[in-house]
């Protein structure tokens, strides 16, 4: 009976320090920053933002967005992972001048609460193909009209002009400021900064599949969650001027390993390149015509090492080079933050030209130098005449003692006199009287 009680007593202390616990832990707000374009390792950042979250029971999950737009495979996969949270996920469109641009947008509305920082925007939402053109005919209302029901499901309990505006964001690439867009109640709120935010979430009801929850965000703490290194290096990667410069650096390693085989350096750094470089163009729009370009780019550089033209062809493949990177990423209709910058195309066009042009100088001066080792060599050369007999004897020549004849032309030698070598054949010097 005793063992009980105590037993008894001893949950009634656990069950109190617990809520003595309880009401004494602050609600937690986990922030992210995505900024960059909606590209795959965003998706695994925001899918870790998620389950980070809900590990750790956070009251919100605030999301700072600046994106251009990006992939909407990539955009659907993030709002199916936001809406399927258990912790309420707040899309903050910030700071200052930041936009929610194309699949930006459709994120922004899927937040289950959503705020615009004053001085942002808000939309140009239309669709384009994998290439970056913009998609035609059938196949374009197609997908519009995918996304336009998409868009639907998630400000439908906003009203009808929300609803309108999102549609226009999708059919007329609409883009709208944070007071119209919160005017069309399409965001909840306008806010300074994540404190500011924070303030307005406090009592704010949003709709969870679990059903409405009420934020509370007194006292709350915040802590951020940055960005992993290696999301970040992926990310990276999916620019395409760095996409462009592992390409090119590859190319050229793996060339110069091909032309003098026997290192390993060169043909590392070569496949390293080209392996990081084959990833970012995976998921850029990119026109896979331009790849051509570069190739016979290439092709004309390492012929004009093997068969010297005087440099015509190394410039035949810096105009190739040079076409081949824009059509690559500039093709037309592709958006402005997957192309390449055009200065840096033709400037690495022009280094690689010149690189290929200086081995060129080299070869050729190569094939003009005197030759400096072997017997042929010591043509020209002065030497002194140790013993000589008539028409022949030993000379001495650069430290080594040679046998010699005596030139056709020249005077007699004698033992001490300098000689001239003037010709090689086989092992024996032909020397003339100095």
């Known amino acids: 009976m005793k063992l009980t009680r105590i037993t008894f007593l001893l949950l009634i202390l656990l069950a ?23 590209m795959p390792p965003m998706l695994e950042y925001f899918e870790r933002g998620v389950k980070t979250a809900e590990q ?4 919100v999950l605030i999301i700072q967005l600046n994106t251009p737009g990006g992939s909407v495979e990539t955009m659907l996969e993030i709002i199916q992972a936001m809406r399927a949270s258990e912790v309420p996920v707040v899309v903050y469109v910030s700071p200052n001048d930041a936009i929610a641009g194309s699949a930006g947008a459709l994120i922004t509305m899927a937040g289950h609460a959503s705020a615009m920082a004053p001085k942002t925007a808000i939309g140009a939402a239309s669709p384009i193909d994998s290439n970056g053109s913009d998609i035609q005919s059938t196949l374009e209302k197609k997908v519009k009209e995918i996304l336009k029901a998409r868009a639907r499901s998630l400000v439908e309990d906003r009203g009808t002009q929300a609803t309108q505006l999102a549609e226009a964001m999708i059919d007329d690439a609409k883009a709208v400021t944070a007071k119209e867009a919160l005017d069309a109640k399409l965001i909840d709120f306008i806010s300074d900064d994540t404190e500011d935010l ?13 059903g409405d929850r009420t934020l509370n965000t007194v006292d709350i703490q915040t802590q951020s969650l940055e960005i992993s290194f290696i999301e970040q290096l992926l990310l990276l990667l999916t620019d395409p001027n760095i996409a462009f410069l592992l390409l090119a650096i590859g190319v050229q390693a793996i060339l110069i390993e091909i032309s003098s085989p026997g290192g390993w350096v060169a043909g590392f750094i070569g496949a390293v390149c080209l392996t990081l470089a084959v990833y970012g163009m995976g998921v850029l729009s990119i026109n896979w015509f331009g790849l051509l370009f570069l190739i016979i780019a290439f092709v004309l550089f390492i012929l004009d090492i093997k068969a010297p033209t005087h440099g015509a062809l190394t410039t035949a493949g810096v105009a190739s080079f040079i076409v081949g ?9 592709t958006p402005q933050f997957q ?15 010149a690189i290929s042009f200086g081995i060129l100088m080299i070869a050729l001066r190569a094939q003009h130098r005197p030759i400096e080792v072997g017997a042929e060599s010591l043509v020209g050369k002065t030497g002194t005449a140790k013993m000589f007999s008539h028409e022949a004897g030993q000379v001495q020549v650069e430290s080594e003692l040679w046998s010699a004849e005596k030139a056709a032309d020249s005077e007699p030698i004698r033992k001490g006199d300098f000689i001239e070598v003037v010709e090689v054949r086989g092992l024996r010097l032909i020397v003339k009287k100095k």
Request: aromatic share 8%.
């Open 325 to 333: 990177a824009l059509v690559l990423f500039n093709s037309p209709g």
């Open 198 to 210: 924070l303030q307005s979430l406090n009592g704010f009801t949003v709709k969870m599949d679990a």
């Open 56 to 59: 750790r029971n956070a009251e």
């Open 339 to 353: 192309r390449v910058s055009v200065p840096l195309v033709i400037g690495m066009g022009i280094f690689l030209g």
């Open 16 to 38: 109190a320090f617990q809520t003595v616990f309880a009401q004494g832990e602050k609600p937690l707000a986990i922030v992210m920053t995505a900024n960059g374009p909606i």
